[in-house]
């Protein structure tokens, strides 16, 4: 099964002296330069009408136009999989994502995804690269996610993300007790011994958190996160990198160590914790058709509520019986 996609767009003027192909990325984002180079060699993607090479430059002001045909992936098959969906209209759709939901498929993992799911749900989206999927969560990062459900508001989004203009706040329980809030600078790329995971390196990628305190436990911290940046595992990376590695990452955290004196149903929830204690809340972006701002929430889910409590509880078991001494 094949797809047509048809875009246009003008050359802007701060693009003057780029390469074509160097263009066609900032002006058709979502697709990857090998494709786009791909596209101007055989004369699928136009400047004014007429097909040029990849080197080729512009000068600000000319049409590129977009013409083509892609088969879609027959890996990706629609499934019938729920998904709560807080918000929808023809343009976008907003999940909340469980714990344990992957996002996109890959090797050894082609189907019960949240892209299969969307593939079921909104047919026509197969037409949108990555089925509309803009910005990811890890498999066991809960939260709010936006899907693209058109060529123009995937384009829109992309861009939205590239500026850094899309509100993304998250929540996380993390190891030991926050002084203050602050933010970590840090450039994050691929693990050098250890293709798993992502680490602070100082030749990857720019990266900024910030974050503050929601509320100090004696050995832990309830804080407040927002992305400035959208790297790879950035908040278990930029929080392991300050010493307050997430509860239950699996990758960043280390061995469990519990604290003196906790409370056996605290003991018991931090044994059984299943997966990083990371929920994406808040979420806001300008609409890609009618541009105006938009902010969804979603509520804490039953174990990260449920760990709260047993820290509310050991804190007040733990202070009592520091009273009486």
């Known amino acids: 099964m094949t797809e047509q996609i048809k875009l246009d767009s003008l050359v802007p003027d701060q ?3 780029k390469r074509l192909d160097q263009i066609a990325v900032a002006v ?3 697709y990857s330069r090998s494709t786009l180079q791909s596209w101007i060699r055989v004369g699928d993607i136009k400047v004014d009408g007429k097909a040029c090479k990849p080197k080729d430059k512009c000068f600000g002001g000319e049409l590129l136009t977009l013409m083509t045909d892609v088969k879609n992936n027959e890996r990706w098959e629609p499934e019938d999989i729920s998904l709560d969906i807080l918000f929808e209209d023809d343009a976008i759709a907003v999940i909340n994502k469980p714990m ?5 498929p890959a ?5 019960g995804t949240l892209l299969n799911a969307l593939l079921y749900r909104y047919p026509d989206i197969a037409s949108v690269p990555r089925a509309g999927i803009v910005h990811r969560l890890d498999k066991d990062t809960s939260g709010l996610m936006v899907v693209a459900k058109t060529l123009v508001a995937h384009a829109n989004l992309v861009g939205q993300l590239q500026e850094r203009t899309v509100m993304r706040e998250y929540e996380a329980v993390v190891t030991r007790t926050m002084i203050t809030g602050g933010e970590v600078e840090a450039p994050i790329a691929r693990h050098p011994a250890t293709r798993l995971k992502m680490a602070v390196v100082e030749s990857g990628k720019f990266a900024l958190t910030r974050y503050r305190i929601i509320h100090r436990y004696r050995a832990y911290t ?7 940046t959208g790297r790879t595992h950035q908040i278990r990376v930029h929080m392991a990198h300050i010493g307050y590695p997430v509860v239950g990452d699996p990758l960043y955290a280390g061995r469990l160590k519990l604290p003196k004196g906790a409370t056996s149903e605290l ?3 931090l044994r059984r914790v299943g997966r990083q204690m ?3 809340r808040r979420l806001g972006l300008a609409h890609p058709v009618s541009g105006e701002y938009m902010e969804w929430e979603s509520e804490l889910p039953a174990d990260f509520v449920a760990l709260l409590e047993l820290l509310d509880e050991d804190q007040r078991c733990y202070a009592e019986a520091d009273a009486l001494f």
């Not at 344990?100 to 996109?104: A, D, F, N, Y």
């Not at 090797?107 to 189907?111: D, K, Q």
């Open 15 to 17: 693009l003057c002296g």
């Open 28 to 30: 058709f984002p979502g």
């Open 100 to 104: 344990g939901l992957v996002v996109h």
């Open 107 to 111: 090797a050894g993992n082609y189907s």
């Open 222 to 228: 309830h804080v407040r996160l927002q992305l400035k």
């Open 267 to 269: 003991v018991d929830q």
């Open 278 to 280: 990371l929920h994406a």
